[in-house]
């Protein structure tokens, strides 16, 4: 019985095992293939466009807001601490680094994720089990190069921007708190900034934001192209990509930092 | 009068039809409207808003507006030409299937849904392949443009193994084809008119006029007009799918198939749609390939039959003889009998 129990087990392992391994398999193709993609003609310069203002435009107002406020805490909490110190005058520096380094690029990837993700998985799944990729193909044209390839392009150019563009507010948030609400000098915070923010930080900053941008369209458009098995399909699609992808943006994180430090 | 077409069906699976001719003669020999009138009728289409001879085929909706034959009078005219050609149509064996699947086996969630089928798709004709829900037609359909791949068996178009085909090869073979879907497959971003303007974008090098003169021509076609910017959550079953045929005609396609075109529509837009089905097969005389549970309904529109239960083909031969089948399966599907060998309930 128990000999039984333990084969079974074994074969419940092995059989998730295999099928773990066949989908990175099929992510990692599905990858190459969106990459070889962006050089093959036709480019479809209007879709790219579209796209860049689906994912970027339509994603600046909850940018800023996570930015401003992200920025505001950071700079309430960091005061308080460092005070505790008396190292208040760190408090530019402090801010700067935190938003350049880490949150502008990890907040802006998981906001992008959760606004434009989700959508990207929800329309592509959509049109996987209405057919319309079907149809796509048979007219010809190759549905890859169409609905995805615009969609990672416009992801790997738009999340660097969104980043800086946090990363501004961000910073902007916390001069609000430090020197409007806490009375710091406006020279001692921007001072600070100035002399420790290296050209290597927002270096750093940008290599993340590049490839978040990828990793969320990666997951997101693939989990759409794939979805099956109708409505159901495609929310258990849209929860997997946005968590998938959430959980990569931290891994990843955690690895560019360790490489660029 | 545009001298007549030529026979499309020289090499193919005909005894006994008459030379196909163009629609206005068409109606002529049958009586339907007088030579003068289609005369007047062509004059009138060519002259106004400088329409050319590739319009011609729309000579019957000007006959209609000139009021010499009504627009139903006009369908069951090209219904009853239609009628005498498929009482007429005969399988000859020596003639070229334009579609062939041999052996062919397909296997899904670990059931065999397609158990080595063997048939032959005769071209320009109409085929209907009827069969149980569930018994594999629509993934027949899918084989047949590639969507799909045989775990066993090959698939030939014109005489070309398409798992044989390079993807450019399986492009241009595609090229010919054009695929109603079940659910009609709009995009649902795209108004009717840009939804059938879509593959003369992406795929021809047409002028945004002469798209927009193919996609008016087409909606004119499937009686969309002033549809054009509905988007497709605005439509009706039937004008989704009507737009949907508009989509697959405007590419001019040698090979049509259609997946239920009539499921889930009411009497009345069934009918409609199975006379737009025969008004473009008289127009056009593409090879179509239509799947329909209107048994036996079907049968008086279309040429050829192919019927398939549990994977595997039971009956392929003209639609005049499936009645004639002492197949008990067969029967008791034409039939909708609740007893039988097809256990149900």
């Not at chain 1, 020279?187 to 290599?207: A, K, Q, Y």
């Not at chain 1, 495609?234 to 931290?250: E, P, Q």
């Not at chain 2, 009078?73 to 005969?90: S, V």
Request: net charge neutral; with cysteine.
């Amino acid at each position: 019985m128990e000999d039984g129990m333990s084969v079974d087990l074994i074969r419940h392992v092995g059989s998730l095992t295999l099928e773990l391994v066949r989908e990175l398999g099929r992510m990692f193709l599905f990858l190459w293939e969106v990459l070889l993609s962006f050089f093959m003609p036709p480019f479809r310069w209007t879709n790219l466009l579209k796209q860049i203002h689906f994912i970027g435009i339509r994603s600046l107002f909850v940018i800023a807001l996570t930015a401003l406020f992200a920025g505001m805490v950071l700079a309430l909490q960091g005061y308080y601490t460092l005070a505790r110190f008396g190292s208040e005058a760190l408090l530019g520096p402090a801010v700067a680094l935190s938003i350049i380094r880490e949150l502008g690029p990890v907040l802006s990837g998981l906001m992008v994720t959760g606004r434009a993700g989700s959508a990207l998985t929800a329309e592509l799944g959509i049109m996987r089990i209405r057919e319309q990729i079907d149809a796509l193909e048979v007219m010809g044209i190759p549905p890859l190069k169409y609905l995805v390839t615009p969609r990672v392009e416009a992801g790997l150019f738009v999340l660097p921007l969104l980043t800086v563009m946090f990363d501004v507010i961000g910073i902007w948030g916390g001069y609000l708190i430090a020197v409007r609400l806490l009375g710091m000098s406006a020279g001692t915070f921007f001072g600070g900034i100035e002399s420790s923010v290296e050209m290597h930080d927002i270096v750093t900053g940008l290599i993340k934001s590049v490839s978040f941008g990828l990793i969320v369209t990666w997951i997101c458009t693939y989990k759409g192209y794939f979805t099956r098995r109708g409505a159901e399909g495609v929310s258990h699609a849209t929860t997997s990509a946005v968590v998938l992808s959430s959980v990569l943006i931290l891994v990843c994180d955690y690895f560019i930092t360790s490489v660029m430090l | 009068m545009s001298p007549p077409a030529p026979s499309a069906d020289s090499t193919h699976s005909t005894s006994g039809a008459t030379p196909h001719l163009s629609l206005g003669q068409q109606l002529v020999a049958n009586g339907c409207v007088t030579a003068r009138q289609l005369d007047l009728a062509l004059q009138r289409h060519r002259a106004g808003a400088g329409k050319s001879q590739e319009d011609e085929h729309l000579v019957g909706h000007t006959l209609v507006e000139m009021g010499y034959i009504s627009q139903s009078n006009l369908l069951d005219c090209l219904y009853q030409q239609f009628a005498r050609e498929r009482d007429a149509y005969q399988v000859v064996n020596d003639n070229q299937p334009v579609i062939q699947l041999e052996g062919v086996v397909k296997i899904l969630d670990d059931r065999r849904v397609l158990d080595a089928v063997d048939l032959a798709i005769p071209a320009n004709r109409v085929t209907a392949i009827i069969g149980m829900s569930g018994g594999g037609k629509s993934v027949i359909l899918k084989h047949m443009v590639g969507l799909m791949k045989p775990d066993q068996g090959r698939v030939k178009v014109n005489g070309q193994i398409l798992g044989q085909l390079s993807a450019r090869e399986l492009t241009r073979i595609r090229g010919r084809f054009s695929l109603l879907f079940q659910g009609g497959a709009l995009f649902d971003s795209l108004n009717v008119h840009d939804n059938v303007a879509f593959p003369l974008r992406e795929k021809t090098r047409l002028s945004e006029t002469e798209i927009h003169t193919r996609v008016m021509r087409c909606l004119e076609e499937v009686n969309l007009v002033g549809m054009e910017r509905k988007f497709p959550d605005e439509l009706s079953g039937g004008m989704m799918k009507r737009a949907a045929l508009a989509r697959a005609l405007v590419t001019n396609p040698e090979i049509l198939l259609l997946d239920e075109p009539t499921a889930g529509l009411d009497p009345i837009i069934e009918n409609a749609i199975h006379y737009l089905i025969c008004d473009t097969y008289m127009r056009t005389r593409y090879t179509m390939v239509v799947i329909s549970h209107a048994v036996p309904e079907i049968f008086k529109w279309c040429h050829h039959v192919i019927a398939l239960h549990r994977g595997k083909v039971l009956f392929s031969g003209p639609s005049h003889e499936v009645g004639q089948s002492r197949d008990p399966v067969l029967r008791q599907f034409i039939h909708g009998e609740l007893d039988g060998p097809i256990q149900v309930i």
